[in-house]
Structure formats: C-alpha cells, structure tokens
C-alpha cells in the first residue's frame, strides 16, 4: 500500500499576489517583505555561487527592488557590485529600496561583464516580451558570467514557462515563498538552472502542486491478495496484444495482488495473470472486490470497446482509460470515475489545441470530462475536475518508448484498486513511471520499465 503525499505547492503569479497582499493585510509591511527576500537570496548566493564581483541587472518593478536589496547585501559581505538599471523603480517598496542603494549605477547598455550576474529585471510582473533594452543587456552578457535569476529568470511567463523573448538563461533560481509554475512548464526547466526556494514568511495556499515521491507501506501481515488490489485489464486487438500485456504486467509489478485480463484472446503475459472471456468478464464487474479497470491499450474503436465502456458506466469501478478508448469518449461519454490519459495526439483529438498555457488546457479537459485528467508529455500535467492541479517534473526522455504509456496506465489502475482517490493514483503513478524512466538508458524498452518497478518500489 502506498502513502500518497500532498505535493509541493506550486503557485501562479496571482496566487503569489494574493498570498502577498493577505501576508502584508496581517501586518508585515511590503518593504519589510522585500528585505527578506533580498536578505534570503544574497544568502543563498553566497552559499551556492560566492564570487568577488558581481553585476545585477535592476527593473522597474519589485524584483528590481530584489535586486537593488540584493546589491546592498553582498556589498556587505564584500562583493565588489556594480547595479545596472535604466531608472530606479517609482513604485514602493522598490524606490525606498532602490534609494539605499549608494553603490555604482549604470545604465543597461553599459552593464559590464562579470563572474556573477544577478538577474532582477522581471519577475512575476512580466506580461509582454521583454523591451529592448532589457533585450539588448541580456544579449550582451550571454555567456559572460554565472546567470542567478531572482524569483524567476527575466523573460519567462510565471504561470506558462513561455519565453517573452529571449531570456539569459541561469544557473540558479532562487524563488520566492514557492516555486511558480513556470518553472516547471515549457521553457522554463531549461532556463531555471537549479530552483533554490526561500522562505519569506508569505504562507501560501495553492490548488496546485508539484508531485513528490509517494512512500510505501506494505501489505498488512493478514493482507488478502484482493486487498492489494484486482485490476481488470480489457484486452485490445490481438495484434495490439503487447499493449494490454504490458498494462496488465506493470499492474502487477506496481503491487495489485490480482490481474484478470478480458478477452477472447490466449496469450497471458505472466502465469500469474489470469483470463476469462468478456461474458465471464462482465460478470466480475459485480464483485466488489474488483478494484480498478483498465480499458483503451491495444483497443479499436469498434463495438465491442462501445460494449464495454456501457458496461463500465454501468459498474461504476474506477477506471483508467486511455488509447483506443479516449478516441471514443466523444460519443460515448463514460459516467464511472475516470483517470483520461491521453499523449499530446490524444488530447489535441479530443479538446482541440493545447496552446500555451497548458495547465489551463488539462483544468478545462478535466471540467468537461468530469474525469481526472493526465496528459502525458516532458513535464506531465494532471488536473481533477474539482480544481486541483499537479505538475510532474520526476521524468526521463527514456520515457518515450513503445509502450511507455500503457505501463503507466497499469500502475495508474494498481493504486486505483488498492483505494487510492483518482488524482493521488494518477499523481503517484506518474512519479513512480518517470523514476523508472530514471533508471532506464539506451537499449531499453517499455517491458524493461516493467522489470524496473520493483527497483522502484524498493526505493520509496
Ligand atoms: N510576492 C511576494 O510576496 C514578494 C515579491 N517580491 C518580488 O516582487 C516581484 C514582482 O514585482 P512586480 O509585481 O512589481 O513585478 P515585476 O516582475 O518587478 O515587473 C513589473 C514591472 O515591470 C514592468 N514591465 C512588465 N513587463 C515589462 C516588459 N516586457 N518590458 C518593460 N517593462 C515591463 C511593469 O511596468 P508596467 O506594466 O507598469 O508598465 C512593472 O513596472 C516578484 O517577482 C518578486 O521578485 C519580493 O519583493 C518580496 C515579496
Ligand atoms: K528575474
């Protein structure tokens, strides 16, 4: 059995701002907001990137105010540090803080080399692609000194991870109260370098999560193998049979106790697996103990996959549905609780464009489906119908092999048939397949991503 964690909270750039205002509503005052974080990132500067010189690159806004605050810190500490802005900010707190500042000023297009540049022109106020000025100074230090981006790297979207122009990338990010989402999506995790988050003291309450590792328990002493978990895998096509093989097997490696594939076929994938043709099938989905169903691996959208999702609104068993069967979906829509886990090509089919704000596209699949939805891909986004969000970042490109999907729809049915709720096993499920793709390389396969499972499970 596994223990699910809540992830880490992830934040938007308004979920940060009202998580800010309700910190300064309670009585800590913007300014002193701002020392803290100015204090917290000189420090963690000084413990990851310490250096003699240092340039740091100032805005218009409050991440500019970070940075003039950053400046007044490591100069301090002895850190000979010239600030290249074009105006001090006008906006408090950044123009008090600005106005501490009695070191070197120069203006953008002059900001000069160095071993460390601190990169506090934009932050989560960043919504249009990055003027040219700011352009023209990031183009001019590229590859001339360590990049630390304050909050976020200057140039990305906070909530998408899009670039607004050509951002410098860094090394270090040291982010603010919680890391934002778009560090995480897009072109984000190339450009953020390492994300150091720091704590100000602006507690902040988020639907959003980045998916951590889940940890295992173990079966009870007396623990029945219908207490691990059945999963019930509906076979595809025979000629798709490595599909629903490769679902059912991982299934079992990812801990349920009991795995009965349905279908006419005869090839089982394990002696531990059973079979039972679709009648007999049918009748199991009115034994309780029949956890989970797995249906869309290998499958044709013909009549007897229409047969089967009927059935399956019918026993309202959790279910994870996925290939053949999203493409279904749109004329026959499935009423049991669902885990959707469609790849970019699945869901393009059946929610048009994903466009650039991904985590809005998977939100809005999830409302209309009233499903759980997990869209596959480099970063993984999962969203629940009521609201939540989850971000997986535990990934590997290994990952993107033949059959990589229907074992993860095998591990996502184990949890599901050991009660785990729809978005914790989608969750879950999605970390302990990407640590697998972490221990794959070249050469391996999607059955080698089976046998890696244990491993998996071993280090929870
Ligand atoms: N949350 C917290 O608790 C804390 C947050 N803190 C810090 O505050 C940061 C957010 O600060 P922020 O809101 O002032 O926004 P920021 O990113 O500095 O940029 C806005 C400025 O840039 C301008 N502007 C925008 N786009 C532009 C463009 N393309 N080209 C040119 N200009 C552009 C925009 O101008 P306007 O749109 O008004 O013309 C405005 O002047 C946050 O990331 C963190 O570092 C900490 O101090 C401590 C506590
Ligand atoms: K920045």
Redesign the pocket.
């Known amino acids: 059995m596994f223990q699910i964690q809540p992830g880490l909270p992830l934040v938007t750039a308004a979920a940060?701002?009202s998580?800010?205002a309700a910190?300064i509503a309670a009585g800590t005052p913007?300014l002193t907001?701002?020392e803290?974080?100015?204090q917290a990132a000189a420090h963690a500067i000084l413990a990851h990137l310490p250096s003699r010189r240092a340039t740091v690159l100032c805005?218009?806004?409050?991440?500019?105010?970070?940075g003039y605050g950053i400046a007044i810190a490591l100069s301090a500490a002895g850190v000979a540090v010239t600030v290249a802005a074009d105006a001090p900010?006008r906006?408090e707190?950044?123009a008090t803080m600005a106005a501490r500042w009695t070191g070197p000023v120069v203006p953008l297009d002059a900001a000069p080399p160095a071993p460390l540049i601190i990169d506090?022109l934009?932050?989560?106020?960043?919504?249009?692609?990055?003027?040219s000025a700011?352009q023209r100074a990031i183009d001019r230090l590229r590859g001339h000194g360590r990049v630390v981006a304050?909050?976020?790297v200057s140039g990305l979207h906070?909530d998408r991870g899009t670039a607004?122009?050509q951002p410098l990338a860094a090394e270090l990010t040291i982010a603010?109260?919680a890391p934002k989402a778009g560090h995480l999506l897009a072109d984000g995790p190339r450009h953020s370098g390492r994300l150091a988050v720091v704590d100000?003291g602006?507690p902040v309450e988020t639907a959003m999560m980045l998916i951590d590792r889940p940890r295992l328990i173990g079966p009870a002493p007396d623990a029945h193998k219908y207490d691990r978990g059945w999963v019930l895998m509906v076979e595809g096509k025979a000629d798709h049979g490595g599909a629903s093989s490769l679902a059912a097997l991982a299934a079992l490696r990812s801990g349920a106790g009991l795995v009965t594939i349905a279908g006419p076929g005869t090839h089982l994938p394990a002696m531990a697996v059973m079979r039972r043709d679709d009648e007999e099938a049918a009748n199991l989905l009115n034994d309780r103990r029949l956890g989970s169903v797995i249906i869309g691996p290998g499958m044709l959208p013909d009549t007897r996959a229409r047969g089967w999702l009927k059935r399956l609104t019918w026993a309202g068993k959790p279910l994870v549905i996925d290939a053949g069967a999203l493409r279904l979906l749109a004329e026959e829509p499935v009423g049991a609780p669902s885990v959707l886990t469609p790849h970019e090509g699945e869901f393009t089919q059946m929610f048009g464009p994903i466009g650039d704000d991904r985590i809005a596209a998977v939100q809005k699949a999830a409302s209309i489906t009233d499903a759980v939805v997990l869209l596959k891909g480099p970063t993984t986004v999962i969203a629940a119908p009521d609201g939540r969000v989850a971000i997986n970042t535990h990934n590997s490109p290994w990952l993107a092999t033949a059959g990589s999907g229907d074992v993860l729809a095998g591990i996502i049915a184990a949890l599901l048939a050991q009660g785990q709720p729809l978005f914790e096993a989608a969750c879950a499920a999605s970390w302990l397949h990407g640590d697998a793709g972490r221990r794959m390389g070249p050469g391996r396969i999607a059955d080698d991503l089976i046998a890696i499972l244990p491993e998996v499970l071993a280090g929870l």
């Open positions: 940060m701002r998580a800010e910190a913007a907001l701002m803290r974080a100015a805005g218009p806004g409050n991440n500019g105010g970070d900010p906006r707190p950044a506090a934009f932050g989560i106020g960043l919504d249009r692609p990055l003027d700011s304050i909050d976020i906070a607004l122009g603010f109260a100000i602006v």
